[in-house]
């Protein structure tokens, strides 16, 4: 029996050979498609989706909490009758009503998407308007001033790795005002990356053209804005 089992074996051996080259070679193939990526990334959506459904499902005995957690999150859901966390179809559904109406007005914090996504482009177009109008200049200064570059960049690597996180409660307590708040902390977000390299590419033009510049006794305005 043992040997009867091993020719056996030994004839299966060359049809799963091919049956795994046949699988590496399809593997290759898609892997070769233009649209592989497309379906890669709508399976891992797809299962991400039904992880999320089965983890919403709610459950079928009522159990019975505290009233207050009851009223975070919701009588059903605090009963099992309905999980805390929303369902595909309740971000669906809450989606598609931002979207179907999306400028509607109805008060001071109850704002459609259009318009709160209109208020969010206004400040950052400001703050990097702003920062840009300071940033540029002052970097064509510190970049052509050795000696302000040294003086300035310990204040400079202190002040840029400070997180928004950290600027906005200090502008919320000091501006009291939400629009200005948002405003100052894009500015001042904005504004080190492009002082840093505004400054590091103005110190890296070569010294032979200043130098030739000031030989034509070319002003210092002109000679940074050429």
Request: with cysteine; net charge positive.
């Amino acid at each position: 029996p043992g040997s009867i089992r091993w020719r056996h074996r030994c004839r299966n051996q060359p049809q799963l050979r091919n049956f795994q080259n046949q699988g590496l070679s399809g593997m290759k193939d898609f892997r070769k498609q233009k649209w592989a990526p497309w379906a890669l990334s709508g399976l891992i959506l797809v299962v991400l989706i039904a992880i999320w459904t089965i983890a919403t499902l709610p459950e079928q005995a009522e159990v019975n909490v505290d009233p207050e957690y009851a009223a975070l999150v919701g009588q059903a859901a605090s009963t099992g009758s309905k999980t805390p966390l929303p369902t595909p179809g309740d971000v669906g559904e809450k989606l598609w009503g931002h979207i179907s109406d999306p400028f509607y007005d109805r008060g001071t914090n109850d704002k459609g998407i259009g318009i709160q996504l209109g208020y969010s482009i206004f400040r950052v177009l400001v703050g990097f308007g702003l920062a840009a109008l300071v940033a540029i200049p002052l970097g064509f200064v510190i970049g052509m001033s050795p000696l302000l570059y040294k003086a300035l960049d310990p204040f400079i690597q202190i002040l840029k790795p400070v997180s928004p996180l950290a600027w906005m409660p200090l502008a919320l307590y000091t501006i009291q005002d939400s629009d200005t708040s948002a405003i100052f902390v894009i500015f001042i977000c904005s504004i080190w990356p492009m002082l840093v390299n505004t400054a590091f590419g103005v110190a890296g033009v070569r010294r032979d053209w200043l130098n030739v510049a000031k030989t034509l006794e070319v002003s210092s305005l002109r000679t940074a804005f050429q």
